[in-house]
């Protein structure tokens, strides 16, 4: 069984930054599709990265620009660099799989940016 664990998220400032990680149990990046997902307060899911087995890269326009999805095989890891962070960046973000897999989502990591 996959499990996800999602870390780096945390308190920042307007314009600040930020590093997730999604760490996997299992090597699955060179098999399936991966993205990052964030959920803010009242609002649904939404997937914002997105990175596929052979390497294409998509983000949604909410952070394209400001984001930067990446993966490193030989830790399992997945990231995302958020940069000029903004008050609508708040959520929980998680990673899963593309599309998403119900038994894989992990406990998430929240991201609050506020002043």
């Known amino acids: 069984q996959v499990q996800l664990v999602e870390s780096g998220g945390g308190l920042v400032q307007p314009g600040g930054s930020l590093r997730l990680s999604c760490a996997a149990s299992?090597?699955?990046?060179?098999?399936?599709?991966m993205g990052w997902y964030r959920q803010a307060p009242g609002k649904q899911r939404e997937l914002v990265a997105s990175?596929?087995?052979?390497?294409?890269?998509a983000y949604a326009d909410t952070v394209k620009g400001r984001s930067t999805i990446s993966r490193d095989e030989a830790k399992n890891t997945v990231y995302l660099q958020l940069n000029s962070l903004e008050s609508d960046d708040t959520a929980v973000y998680y990673c899963?799989?593309?599309?998403?897999?119900?038994?894989?989502w992990g406990q998430g990591t929240q991201v609050t940016v506020s002043s």
């Open positions: 299992l090597r699955i990046f060179n098999l399936m599709s």
């Open positions: 990175i596929s087995d052979d390497g294409v890269i």
């Open positions: 899963n799989t593309v599309p998403m897999t119900d038994s894989y």
